[in-house]
T-cell receptor
């Protein structure tokens, strides 16, 4: 069975600090997908990134970057120069695809609080 | 246009009642899902339907009955509501054979008193 661990329950940083959110996954599948979603205080789930298991290239999108390392089963997320608007709960998720459904297994989330 | 819309946004009801949450997607996706987020923010899949066929049923009590009249709609009916059913319920959709991300609705906060 798949498992996603986000060991950091809550992180507090001051604006402009860099912060890394850790994600470790367990899976027996050779083909799988990894995701990050953001849940701001308003409650909706906002998609940030999807990665497949064959693509270990790191990705950067503005202030966001992701580090995928199969050797350590990790998919960490870094926010550079954090802003108050980054305050949210961030979920890492693992998915296998059966051809008819994508079953996402979520981690327990990391609550990020960015203060002035 | 909202891609995945679910109604109502808030639902407050008494124990023992029966209630429904509706979900509709206009993305042309073939697969829809229900997820439950508990008070500790833990998100867990409940059901998935592909083209009106039940694909995933994650040991959810049979008081919960999903219904998919067509591939754009997936409703969730809950019988004999219990206090422990209080949670946020998210509907989602995806195009499963393209391994795409899930698009989530804005959630329905269910409070059972």
């Amino acid at each position: 069975a798949q498992k996603v661990t986000q060991a950091q329950t809550e992180i507090s940083v001051v604006e402009k600090e860099d912060v890394t959110l850790d994600c470790v996954y367990e899976t027996r599948d050779t083909t799988y997908y990894l995701f990050w979603y953001k849940q701001p205080p308003s409650g909706e789930l906002v998609f940030l990134i999807r990665r497949n298991s064959f693509d270990e290239q790191n990705e950067i999108s503005g202030r966001y970057s992701w580090n995928f390392q199969k050797s350590t089963s990790s998919f960490n997320f870094t926010i550079t120069a954090s802003q108050v608007v980054d305050s949210a709960v961030y979920f890492c998720a693992h998915s296998i695809n059966t051809g008819t459904a994508s079953k996402l297994t979520f981690g327990t989330g990391t609550r990020l609080q960015v203060t002035l | 246009d909202t891609a995945v819309s679910q109604t109502p946004k808030y639902l407050v009801t008494q124990m023992g009642n029966d209630k429904s949450i509706k979900c509709e997607q206009n993305l042309g996706h073939d697969t829809m899902y229900w997820y439950k987020q508990d008070s500790k923010k833990f998100l867990k899949i409940m059901f998935s339907y592909n083209n009106k066929e039940l694909i995933i049923n994650e040991t959810v009590p049979n008081r919960f009955s999903p219904k998919s009249p067509d591939k754009a709609h997936l409703n969730l009916h809950i019988n004999s509501l219990e206090l422990g059913d209080s949670a946020v319920y998210f509907c989602a959709s995806s195009q499963a054979n393209r391994n795409e991300k899930l698009f989530f609705g804005s959630g329905t906060q269910l409070s059972v008193l």
